[in-house]
């Protein structure tokens, strides 16, 4: 049996913001529709990456009212 899906509920939520990643052989990360808490955790992981850093703060920023 199907749960039952609220139509009117769905109409007017927002949709989730979704990042897409690439990961090359040599270690490269690729992103698409980078959000702030991506990007905070992709230069978590690698905080030697300089531009990731930057655009975990530019995107912070942008987040900001």
């Known amino acids: 049996m199907k749960p ?3 139509q009117a509920k769905m109409a007017t939520t927002q949709p989730t913001p979704t ?3 690439l990961i090359q052989a040599d ?3 690729l992103t698409h529709n980078l959000t702030s808490a991506m ?3 992709l230069s978590a992981i690698n905080p030697a990456d300089q531009s990731m850093k930057q ?3 530019a995107l912070q920023r ?3 009212p």
């Open 62 to 64: 942008k987040d900001r």
């Open 39 to 41: 990007a905070d955790m």
């Open 4 to 6: 039952e899906i609220n």
């Open 27 to 29: 270690g490269t990360i």
């Open 55 to 57: 655009r975990s703060r």
């Open 19 to 21: 990042t897409e990643l």
